[in-house]
């Protein structure tokens, strides 16, 4: 059955053909497609056809909410009784008993999850939380129906819960076994004790779901964060503070739970002393475990006793908090399972670094390797994996591991005279350089320039916050006489989409943002609402202690740590940055390129151009404002 909605676009019949076939063949499918191509729409077409023949799940894994609500509205657009629902992890925010509290706010799922069971005790026969009693009462058929003629997404599916009376979170866990498509985020497949609970709510075990992979470029670097671990200076206060509140430990005679704090907090300050090199630096193997034992006079062994013991106690502490209704988070307990994991590691896959950031250092141990946590994507009946950006696909297959896989790579449907993408040889952003006066000074000027030259909505995309803070101080914005608006560092999502909002509807606005941040990528700008992008150096990563490690590490599993952690990444957030640019087949705009060590990185083609202002007005043929 052809589940495809529309009316086929160029490539798209083919896409869905493939996709269609790679599942029947039990296969992963790694796809780049470009602009206009609709991978929302024909990765779930090519994929329902066998998916509901023979019983079985397909899941999409996005990253931020947005993304849920294009596949509900593609969903709903294929019809066909196709039941879509959408599903956002565990919060505070999220359930009608919590909300309102705001000592819950920073709970993480886990201690969200903990402190639920207290809300579903029964007191006197009587459940504590009315929502969760409801749900005995609720006709899930009928649910599940106004799923499929409403489709809601996630917070709607909420508001329609608590109107009723009904916990969203307990009722959303009874639908799943009925829907066709669920929508979640990353972590539900990649935590595997988060992915052993869907996998139970879905009814189906992992071997009869088909995986869709939104934005599939980010997944590697989401992976080497998910296996990271990492613990601060500020932590071993609060867990001194809680052993204090508690009347402090002894776990070994003579040591304190505050003692082996103090002398963590003693190790992580000579490190930063010894082995800090700007903003992280390499520790010796075994650097913290051979400091403990030194400074203690105990063994590897007591050590490890010591952080049972903590452990029992964090228990202890967390289940007092629980019962009061409060937080069950205990600091002293995740002190103990960060000492745990830091000596009991795979040496082999990650690097020990002393990092800092801010006022904060800490000890991290950062995951080299993220094919570690993509086992689902091989035990899955069959993957499918999309981006816009994902050249090259040896590279994407080869850090993941990924088994039986079969690549297409589409060009994007919209005309290339629509962009024009333009450098200067003028200034360079190489990181010694990019401050040097005379560089800097000429940045300003070919920034200003380029601005001014035609009244379009406009994104300067700057290689870091720092940087543009630089530039604004310096008088940046005054020269520009436009209204300016400004990605923020941690902004939260609803203020980030008011902000977008409000450049988008704006005439000739310009918004200041990061290359590789939120704005960067993922984020559409239809018409008028971007037309000239300017990006102000090549985001190749810093030379820190971490990316010299991950290029030896690469370096020795494929050969070429360079390709893998510098050129790869570099290519990929320059091709998104500019991807915001064209997103229709009406949409026309111009990148301009400030640093001339474009030439160098072929993956980019761009013309050199002297003369950009006149470029500018001469492509959108408008006189200078």
């Known amino acids: 059955m052809d589940y495809f909605p529309y009316e086929y676009r160029p490539g798209q019949k083919e896409l869905v053909s493939f996709i269609d076939r790679t599942v029947r063949d039990r296969r992963c499918a790694v796809i780049e497609a470009g602009t206009g191509i609709g991978k929302t729409v024909t ?8 998916a509901k023949d023979h019983e079985m799940k397909v899941v999409y894994l996005t990253r931020t909410k947005s993304q849920q609500k294009q596949v509900i509205r593609e969903s709903a657009a294929i019809g066909n009784g196709v039941l879509c629902v959408a599903v956002q992890g565990r919060s505070a925010a999220s359930c009608p008993m919590m909300r309102d ?22 007191s006197n026969g009587v459940c504590h939380c009315s929502f969760y009693s409801s749900i005995d009462t609720v006709n899930i058929e009928e649910w599940v129906e106004l799923i499929r003629r409403e489709h809601p997404d996630s917070e709607e599916f909420s508001r329609m819960c608590e109107d009723v009376g009904v916990c969203p979170y307990e009722l959303m866990k009874l639908i799943l076994p009925y829907a066709d498509v669920i929508a979640v985020p990353y972590p539900f497949v990649f935590i595997p004790m988060v992915l052993d609970r869907f996998v139970e709510w879905m009814g189906v075990p992992l071997s009869r779901t088909i995986l869709i992979v939104d934005e599939a470029h980010n997944l590697p670097d989401y992976l080497r964060d998910v296996q990271t671990f990492e613990y601060s200076d500020y932590a071993m206060e609060l867990a001194a503070k809680e052993a204090k509140d508690h009347g402090d430990f002894e776990l070994q005679e003579g040591i304190t739970v505050t003692d082996l704090v103090a002398v963590m907090k003693e190790i992580l300050a000579a490190a930063e002393k010894e082995y800090l090199i700007d903003e992280d630096g390499m520790l010796p193997p075994y650097y913290l475990e051979d400091e403990l034992m ?4 105990v063994s590897s062994i007591t050590i490890s006793r010591m952080c049972k013991s903590m452990e029992e106690i964090g228990d202890g502490i967390m289940e007092k908090k629980k019962e009061r209704r409060k937080l069950p988070r205990s600091y002293i307990h995740s002190f103990s399972r960060f000492i745990r994991t830091w000596i009991d590691g795979d040496e082999d896959n990650y690097v020990r670094l002393i990092v800092k950031e801010k006022d904060n250092p800490m000890f991290q141990a950062y995951c080299m390797d993220p094919s570690g946590a993509s086992g689902p994507l091989n035990d899955c009946f069959s993957s499918i994996h999309m981006s816009g950006t994902l050249q090259p696909l040896d590279a994407y297959v080869a850090e993941l591991g990924l088994e039986r896989v079969d690549t297409l790579c589409l060009d994007g449907i919209f005309p290339k005279e629509n962009l024009l993408t333009l450098y200067t040889d003028k200034v360079s952003m190489k990181y010694e350089e990019r401050e040097v006066e005379q560089n800097y000074n000429a940045l300003m000027e070919l920034i200003v320039d380029a601005v001014n030259a035609v009244r ?7 290689p870091s916050y720092s940087f543009m803070d630089k530039m604004v101080d310096d008088g940046l914005v005054r ?16 203020d980030l989409m008011t902000m977008l909002n409000r450049f988008k509807d704006s005439d000739g606005g310009v918004l200041f943002c990061v290359t590789g941040g939120r704005i960067s990528e993922g984020l559409d700008f239809p018409d008028k609402a971007l037309e000239l992008a300017i ?3 090549i985001p190749y990563p810093k030379p820190t202690a971490r990316m010299r490690a991950m290029r030896r590490y690469y370096d020795i599993r494929f050969g070429d740590g360079m390709r893998y952690t510098s050129t790869i990444p570099t290519v990929r957030k320059m091709r998104q940055s500019i991807g915001r640019l064209i997103r229709s087949e009406t949409d026309r705009g111009v990148a301009v390129i400030m640093d001339r060590r474009i030439a160098g990185l072929k993956e980019i083609p761009a013309d050199l151009c002297q003369d950009i202002p006149s470029k500018e007005r001469e492509f959108f043929r408008y006189s200078k404002y």
């Open 456 to 462: 379009v909505n406009t994104a300067v995309f700057f």
């Open 479 to 494: 020269r520009l006489n436009r209204e300016v608006s400004y990605e923020q560092r941690g902004m939260s999502q609803p």
């Open 43 to 50: 990765s779930l077409s090519g994929t329902l056809s066998y």
């Open 101 to 122: 509290d705001p000592d819950l706010a920073s709970g993480n799922a886990e201690e969200i999850s903990k402190l639920c069971s207290v809300y579903k005790r029964k």
């Open 535 to 537: 990006i102000i150096g």
């Open 294 to 297: 030194s400074r203690l006079g």
